[in-house]
T-cell receptor, first 115, second 113 residues
């Protein structure tokens, strides 16, 4: 069975500071990994995805994530936080070639950005 | 393009009442999904459909029914509402089964009292 664990349900950073949101996964086969973002009162949007092509994945809005097999991690980072980054972020894993019906979502991390 | 449209945005039901959550997409996507989002629990898949006339259960289907008579529409039916169904419901679509870019609607917040 596959699963993801997001460490920290709430993260607060100052504007301009580094954003680091943690995700660890468990999968019996090479995983497909994703980060989704949910802005207030909206549905989720895909930020980036890892599908075994490159371990460092760049997404939208300056976010990137690095797949580390030895650590079973897929942490999301952004060098400099903006106020507009305040949202909830979900890590997700699929072990069947990215099949959406087999996605398992994490419990989410709410990012707060302060002045 | 409107994308994925869900109605209503908010609804309060009494225990035992029934209702249908509507979902429509105008992107001609074959695959559609219903999720529920509970606080601190992430998203759970309720039902999904791979095309008109074909539906299948997800992780938490009990208490719900779906139908897919057209490519565009994928309504979710609650027959006997229970407090455990208080949640935020999201409809999503994708053009292919193996396309992890899901397009989400803005959600329906449902309270069962």
């Amino acid at each position: 069975a596959q699963s993801v664990t997001q460490l920290g349900s709430h993260v607060s950073v100052s504007e301009g500071a580094l954003v680091l949101l943690r995700c660890n996964y468990s999968s019996s086969v090479p995983p497909y990994l994703f980060w989704y973002v949910q802005y207030p009162n909206q549905g989720l949007q895909l930020l980036l995805k890892y599908t075994s092509a490159a371990t460092l994945v760049k997404g939208i809005n300056g976010f990137e994530a690095e797949f580390k097999k030895s650590e079973t991690s897929f942490h999301l980072t952004k060098p400099s936080a903006h106020m507009s980054d305040a949202a909830e972020y979900f890590c997700a894993v699929s072990d069947i070639a990215g099949t959406a019906s087999k996605l398992t979502f994490g419990t989410g991390t709410r990012l707060q950005v302060t002045l | 393009n409107a994308g994925v449209t869900q109605t209503p945005k908010f609804r309060i039901l009494k225990i035992g009442q029934s209702m249908t959550l509507q979902c429509t997409q105008d992107m001609n996507h074959n695959y559609m999904y219903w999720y529920r989002q509970d606080p601190g629990m992430g998203l759970k898949l309720i039902y999904y459909s791979v095309g008109a006339g074909i539906t299948d259960k997800g992780e938490v289907p009990n208490g719900y029914n779906v139908s897919r008579s057209t490519t565009e529409d994928f309504p979710l039916r609650l027959e006997l509402a229970a407090p455990s169904q208080t949640s935020v419901y999201f409809c999503a679509s994708s053009p292919r089964a193996k396309d992890e870019k899901l397009f989400f609607g803005s959600g329906t917040q449902l309270s069962v009292l």
